[in-house]
């Protein structure tokens, strides 16, 4: 049976799912409600991580609490998993929007800048 080793301090995971996502500390406290202070703070071991802010935190990174405590240097997913998981945690509304907009920008008459092409 293979066991999953769990990283007793998770911090330093969070700076490599943070930096893998493209995204600054103060977006991801902004995103659970900390300060940009205690991101610093748990990114470098000098606070402890409780199951529910692994919890926020997952929700605001798009991801599993499980990835959040895999060591350092562990394969990340690929980026479309993020993805995925942000389009998974939107509300109906936002698909439904995303969809009309889309079909709406195929509908619409293409404008060209210059003359037209000869016939």
């Known amino acids: 049976?293979?066991?999953?080793?769990?990283?007793?301090?998770?911090?330093?995971?969070?700076?490599?799912?943070?930096?893998?996502?493209?995204?600054?500390?103060?977006?991801?406290?902004?995103?659970?409600?900390?300060?940009?202070?205690?991101?610093?703070?748990?990114?470098?071991?000098?606070?402890?991580?409780?199951?529910?802010?692994?919890?926020?935190?997952?929700?605001?990174?798009?991801?599993?609490p499980a990835i959040l405590l895999e060591p350092p240097g562990a394969p990340l997913p690929p980026i479309s998993t993020f993805l995925i998981a942000s389009w998974q945690r939107s509300s109906p509304g936002h698909v439904v929007a995303f969809f009309s907009s889309r079909r709406s920008m195929r509908e619409a008459p293409t404008q060209r800048a210059g003359p037209e092409p000869p016939s």
Do not use: F, W
Request: with cysteine; net charge positive.
């Open 1 to 64: 049976m293979h066991k999953k080793i769990i990283d007793p301090n998770p911090g330093l995971r969070l700076a490599e799912i943070r930096m893998h996502l493209k995204m600054s500390q103060q977006q991801v406290a902004t995103a659970i409600g900390v300060s940009l202070g205690t991101i610093q703070h748990y990114e470098h071991g000098r606070a402890a991580i409780t199951v529910d802010r692994i919890k926020q935190l997952a929700n605001a990174l798009n991801c599993e």
